[in-house]
C-alpha cells in the first residue's frame, strides 16, 4: 500500500510536488515535476497496486458561481484560523472544463469517490487545514508567498512545517521523512537566495502533508472529516479539535479592545520553540548523560536511563490548551517545563526513593510529584510515577524527570496505548476503566511482594567464598554481590554491570577472594568513613564498596587503570574523607 501526495500546480508551467509514503510510514519519494506526463510516469510505480492518492486540487467542481458546498463547510470551521478555502467554480477558466485533479485521476485510473472501498483510489485534500488540525496552529504557517512577506519570513515559516513534519515521527499514524531526500529540501530553503527557489522546496512540502493526509485519513477514519459530497465536490481533512481556538490577531491602533488582555500567540510560540528543537535536543542528552552519571557514581540500581525532546507537534497541542474556554498557558515557550524529559525505570519502589533521594542531593529539585500517592489519596489505582522539575548544576534549561518501577511503566505505556492511540467503542469506556484499574491494584501489589523478595533475600545472603571453577581470577559477581548485601544490608542494590566491573577493579588491587576482600574491610573504621561521607541518600553497595576501597588505598586506587576516566571525581571525594 502507498499513500500518495500531490501539490497539483494549476497548470504545467509551475511546478507540482509529488511524495510517496509506503505503509510502513516511510516517505520513499518526493520530487518536482511539470507536466502531466511527468506526473504519471514519476507515480507509475506506486499506484500499479493499491494506493490512496490524495490531490491538493478540486477534483469535482458543478456550480457555476460561488463556492462549492465543501468550501463553505469547511470554510464554516477553518476560516477563522486563516485557512478556509478559495472559491472553486465553473465560472473560472481552469474549471470550465474537466478540472486538472479529475484529468490525472483518470489518467492513473483511480475511484475520486471518498467512500469507496477499491484498492486504489483518489481523494481530494487541502494542506491548509490539515496542519491547523494536526499541529493545533491558531492559524496557518504564513510560508505562502503573498505582499508583505519577504524571504527571510518565509523561509522561517517553511523551516517550522517541516520540523513539524519531522514531529510526526512520534505521532500516530507515525510519519518518517528523515533520509537524504528530506535533508536535501531542508538544505535548500536555507541556502534559499530567491523566492522562487523556496516555492519549489514549498510544493513538495506540500505534498508530503498531502501523502500523511492520505495516510491519516486510511488509519483514522473515526478521526476525519469529509466536507461535501461526490456529487457537488467534497474535501477531506483530518477533524478539527473541538477545544483548539484561533489565535486573536494584533490589536491596531484605537481599536476599543486594544487594553483587552491579549491572548498568547501559540503560532509564534510553536515557531520560536521549532527554532529552538535542536538546542533542546542537545539539553536532553546532557541531562541523560548527567542522571546517568549521578546514578552510577552513587551505584544506584536501574534498569535505563532514557531522555526525550518534547516534539513539536506536543509542544503545540500543550501550548494550545484550554480550560473554561481561557488559554491554560499564558507564555508557553516557558511554562511549559517537560520540553526536556529524561525517565529512569527502576526495579522497585526502593529504588525509586533512592534515586529521588540522590537527584536532590546533585541537583536542584524545583518541584516533586508523586503521581501515585496522588492517585491513592483519592482511593484510586492508576497511574503511578515520580515526577521531579530539576535543574542540573551549571545549566539554565530545567529537566522533567519521570522515575518508576518496570511494572508502573509497563502498565503506564500499555494503557497509554490504548486509550489515547487506539479506539475505544464509547460503550467500552467504562469496562476499559474498571479493568485498567484493576490491573493498577495488581501490579501494585506485584511491586510490593517483589519488594519483600527483595528484602529477604538480602537477609538470607551471607559472604560465602567464590568458587573457582574455570580458572578465572576474578570473584565472581554474582557471589560479590550476595557478599555485599550481608557486608552493607542497609544498601540497596546496584546494576548487574556494575558488579562485574567492581570485581575487576578489585583484581587490579590483587584481591581475588571474599576472603581477603572482607579482612580488607574488616581493618577500617566504617562508622567514621559514613560520617565523613555524611550520605544524604541511600548509595548503592557497590558504591559503598568503592568508597571503603578508596578510604583504604587512597592514591593508589586512584590510580588504578579501572579509574582511569573518573580521576577526578575519585580526588574530590578522597579529599571529602580525609576532612579537607
Known sequence: MHYVGVDLAWGERRPTGLAVVDAAGRLVAVSAVQTDDEIEATLAPY???????????PLIVRNATGNRPAEKALNKDFHRFDAGAHPSNTGKREFSDQPRGARLAARLGLDINP???????????????????LFRLGRTLKYKDKPGRD???????????????????????????????????TSAVVEAARKSELRVVEDQVDAVVCAYIALFADRRQADTVVYGDLETGYIVTPRLPTDLVPTPRGARAGDPVAAAPVAPDIGAAVREYADSWPVVRAATDDYVQLVTGILD??????????????????????AARTAGGHPVYVDPLREITDQVGVRVIAYVHSDVQAVVELLADQAEVLDDRDLGRETASEGRFGYAS??????????????????????????????????????????????????????????????????????????????????DEDGDPRIDPRELAAFLAGQYADAGWS??????????????????????????????????????????????????????????????????????????????????????
Open 297 to 318: 557514581e552513587a551505584g544506584i540500581n536501574y534498569l535505563t536511563v532514557s531522555g526525550r525532546a518534547k516534539s513539536l507537534s506536543s509542544f503545540a497541542a500543550k
Open 386 to 467: 515520580r515526577h521531579l522539575l530539576i535543574r542540573g548544576p551549571g545549566r539554565d534549561r530545567v529537566a522533567q524527570i519521570q522515575i518508576r518501577t518496570v511494572l508502573q511503566h509497563a502498565w503506564a505505556e500499555f494503557e497509554h496505548d490504548i486509550r489515547y492511540k487506539g479506539t475505544i467503542p464509547v460503550e467500552h469506556v467504562p469496562d476499559f476503566d474498571r479493568r485498567f484499574t484493576l490491573a493498577a491494584g495488581l501490579l501494585e501489589l506485584a511491586d510490593r511482594e517483589f519488594s519483600s523478595i527483595r528484602e529477604r533475600i538480602q537477609e538470607g545472603m551471607s559472604g560465602a567464598d567464590a568458587r
Open 151 to 185: 524571504l527571510d519570513r518565509l523561509r522561517a515559516e517553511l523551516l517550522v512545517l517541516m520540523r513539524l513534519v519531522e514531529g510526526l515521527a512520534s505521532a500516530d499514524p507515525a510519519l518518517h521523512v528523515d533520509g537524504p531526500a528530506w535533508r536535501g529540501l
Open 47 to 57: 499506484v500499479e497496486g493499491p494506493c490512496l492518492v490524495a490531490i491538493d486540487a
Open 495 to 580: 546494576r548487574t554491570d556494575h558488579y562485574r566491573w567492581m570485581s575487576e577493579l578489585v583484581l587490579e588491587l590483587g584481591v581475588t577472594s571474599l576472603a581477603e576482600l572482607a579482612d580488607a574491610l574488616r581493618a577500617m573504621d566504617a562508622d567514621l568513613l559514613r560520617e565523613r561521607m555524611g550520605y544524604r541518600y541511600p548509595p548503592g553497595a557497590v558504591r559503598r564498596l568503592d568508597d571503603a576501597l578508596l578510604w583504604i588505598h587512597g592514591e593508589d586506587y586512584v590510580g588504578l587503570r579501572a579509574n582511569a576516566d573518573r580521576v577526578p571525581a575519585l580526588r574530590a571525594r578522597l579529599a571529602r574523607m580525609r576532612g579537607a
Open 115 to 133: 467512500r469507496s472501498g477499491r484498492a486504489r483510489r483518489g481523494i481530494e485534500v487541502y494542506p491548509h487545514p490539515a496542519t491547523v488540525a
